[in-house]
């Protein structure tokens, strides 16, 4: 049973920075994709950024590209949304997601559709 753990969200001002975590246990990780998504206030849920497993490859969604980064330590099961110069507009639920079935050839339309199996329970980020 595969279970994600979201951590690092805070309430902060903007310009500031911020780490997001996301842990995953319950079986092993050595390939697949993990995606972060977020959903602001009152909006549909988007996805912002992914990574695939084996490859490293990573895919950042255009209006975030230039501020935050997606890595991972599999040493650790952990992967990382690291967010720089944050904004208002960047207030939202942050979830991580998990897809065994996904490969850097498709990490992108998997990102976009959301079409993830595994969820972590979100970790909130606030910029005000």
């Known amino acids: 049973h595969v279970q994600l753990v979201e951590s690092g969200g805070d309430s902060v001002q903007p310009g500031a920075s911020l780490r997001l975590s996301c842990t995953a246990s319950?079986?092993?990780?050595?390939?697949?994709?993990v995606a972060w998504f977020r959903q602001p206030p009152g909006k549909d849920r988007e996805g912002i950024a992914g990574?695939?497993?084996?490859?490293?490859?990573?895919y950042h969604r255009p209006s975030v590209q230039y501020r935050f980064t997606t890595s991972q330590d599999r040493a650790r099961n952990t992967w990382y949304l690291q967010m720089n110069n944050l904004t208002p507009e960047d207030t939202a639920m942050y979830y991580c997601?998990?897809?065994?079935?996904?490969?850097?050839?498709?990490?992108?339309?998997?990102?976009?559709?959301?079409?993830?199996?595994?969820w972590g329970r979100g970790t909130q980020v606030t910029v005000s």
């Open positions: 997601a998990l897809d065994r079935a996904c490969s850097w050839l498709n990490l992108e339309r998997s990102v976009r559709s959301g079409s993830f199996p595994d």
């Open positions: 319950g079986s092993t990780f050595d390939r697949g994709c």
């Open positions: 990574i695939s497993i084996a490859d490293r490859c990573a």
